[in-house]
T-cell receptor
Framework: GAGVSQSPSNKVTEKGKDVELRCDPI?????LYWYRQSLGQGLEFLIYFQGNSAPDKSGLPSDRFSAERTGGSVSTLTIQRTQQEDSAVYLC??????????????FGPGTRLLVL | AQSVTQPDIHITVSEGASLELRCNYS??????LFWYVQSPGQGLQLLLKYFSGDTLVQGIKGFEAEFKRSQSSFNLRKPSVHWSDAAEYFCAVGPRGAGSYQLTFGKGTKLSVIP
């Protein structure tokens, strides 16, 4: 597609339920990033995928969070046993090669998650 | 640890007035520097970036930013604001070398524009 797409746009769930958030990167981009944007906070890096390399998961806040990227394209961020503090906007970004900070990261519109 | 500070949470300017959004960073060495803009319901869009060379960087939509090493600052400016510039602006830094994809963002400055 023309840009990074994310689904769903909004998600309301009950505490303790699992949720899956989807990201479709720009076609041809090998690098994919997930960020979390909490109310009044900047973006928090979560995870980074680059081609077939092992992902950098150093930003995941707990073991309830996981992500995978199938076929080097679509990525799914899964949050298990959601907590109210997980409420945030989850942003996905992609870039062509993921080389250094010199590359521009293109962001999707985000998924707004609300945990009741 | 690296950090990015945007001291102004919310700024209001009149259309046609000049704008300066402040960004200070704390880092071991000069990082890569970025400004992003986020319109309501939209993802972030890159306005400009600094890697090296000329410390005055031109970006899209008439924005520019100046890197000042002595002040660890990377302030964003625009000489004449348009109503469509109302959005939230984020400053970000990224380390040089390994792990440079891992951007650290400030908390953002929300810009309101009075017609």
């Amino acid at each position: 597609g023309a840009g990074v797409s994310q689904s769903p746009s909004n998600k309301v769930t009950e505490k303790g339920k699992d949720v899956e958030l989807r990201c479709d990167p720009i076609s041809g981009h090998t690098a994919l990033y997930w960020y979390r944007q909490s109310l009044g906070q900047g973006l928090e890096f979560l995870i980074y995928f680059q081609g077939n390399s092992a992902p950098d998961k150093s930003g995941l806040p707990s073991d309830r969070f996981s992500a995978e990227r199938t076929g080097g394209s679509v990525s799914t961020l899964t949050i298990q046993r959601t907590q109210q503090e997980d409420s945030a906007v989850y942003l996905c970004a992609s870039s062509f090669l993921g080389l250094a900070g010199t590359e521009t990261q293109y962001f999707g519109p985000g998924t707004r998650l609300l945990v009741l | 640890a690296q950090s990015v500070t945007q001291p102004d949470i919310h700024i209001t300017v009149s259309e046609g007035a000049s704008l300066e959004l402040r960004c200070n960073y704390s880092y071991g060495a000069t990082p890569y520097l970025f400004w992003y803009v986020q319109s309501p319901g939209q993802g972030l869009q890159l306005l400009l970036k600094y890697f090296s060379g000329d410390t005055l960087v031109q970006g899209i939509k008439g924005f520019e930013a100046e890197f000042k090493r002595s002040q660890s600052s990377f302030n964003l400016r625009k000489p004449s604001v348009h109503w469509s510039d109302a959005a939230e602006y984020f400053c970000a830094v990224g380390p040089r070398g390994a792990g440079s994809y891992q951007l650290t963002f400030g908390k953002g400055t929300k810009l309101s524009v009075i017609p």
